[in-house]
T-cell receptor, first 107, second 112 residues
Framework: GQNIDQPTEMTATEGAIVQINCTYQ??????LFWYQQHAGEAPTFLSYNVLDGLEEKGRFSSFLSRSKGYSYLLLKELQMKDSASYLC????????FGAGTTVTVRA | DTEVTQTPKHLVMGMTNKKSLKCEQH?????MYWYKQKAKKPPELMFVYSYEKLSINESVPSRFSPECPNSSLLNLHLHALQPEDSALYLCASSPTDSYGYTFGSGTRLTVV
């Protein structure tokens, strides 16, 4: 089976940094994705990690440690538009999602 | 074209109706997926098509019937749905079974 855990909610101030952790236990592993989803909209791709280490993409970075079954998404210089749900998803033979972390950015 | 297009965007149907959801991509992706998402829950996989053949059915009730007429199109036929089937239905595609998922904007389905 698959078990993907991430915090339910996080709140941060505009301009700050937030780190969303994701731990996983899956029967197989073929990469980890992070998606952003605004309410009522489809998920949009943020990042993909298949090897250990840090992937940086503008204000967003994602880290993976396969031996620890651990990833995080780092959001820097938070903006109000970053208020959304962030989904960690692990790919083995299918893409399985964590429950999502709702990030609220306050002015 | 780097999009997955889903139609309709919204659908209201009665429990005795038959309707279909459509999904189209022209990125040459050979894997296509249907996901169901309830409010404040993550997407849940329903079906996977790989090279136009059904490869995964996640024990979905038979009132949902997928169809892949060709490599660019994916349909989901709906019949005798229940109110609890109301959800956002997402289509996705990827170039292989492993990487580069692109999601459509979804069809918000309401069963009355």
């Amino acid at each position: 089976g698959q078990n993907i855990d991430q915090p339910t909610e996080m709140t941060a101030t505009e301009g700050a940094i937030v780190q969303i952790n994701c731990t996983y236990q899956t029967s197989g592993f073929n990469g980890l994705f992070w998606y952003q989803q605004h309410a009522g909209e489809a998920p949009t791709f943020l990042s993909y990690n298949v090897l250990d280490g840090l992937e940086e993409k503008g204000r967003f970075s994602s880290f993976l440690s396969r031996s620890k079954g651990y990833s995080y998404l780092l959001l820097k210089e938070l903006q109000m538009k970053d208020s959304a749900s962030y989904l960690c998803a692990v790919n083995d033979y299918k893409l399985s999602f964590g429950a999502g972390t709702t990030v609220t950015v306050r002015a | 074209d780097t999009e997955v297009t889903q139609t309709p965007k919204h659908l209201v149907m009665g429990m005795t109706n038959k309707k279909s959801l459509k999904c189209e991509q022209h990125m040459g992706h050979r894997a296509m997926y249907w996901y169901k998402q309830k409010a404040k829950k993550p997407p849940e996989l329903m079906f996977v098509y790989s090279y136009e053949k059904l490869s995964i059915n996640e024990s979905v009730p038979s009132r949902f019937s997928p169809e892949c007429p060709n490599s660019s199109l994916l349909n989901l036929h709906l019949h005798a749905l229940q109110p609890e089937d109301s959800a956002l239905y997402l289509c996705a595609s990827s170039p292989t079974d492993s990487y580069g998922y692109t999601f459509g904007s979804g069809t918000r389905l309401t069963v009355v």
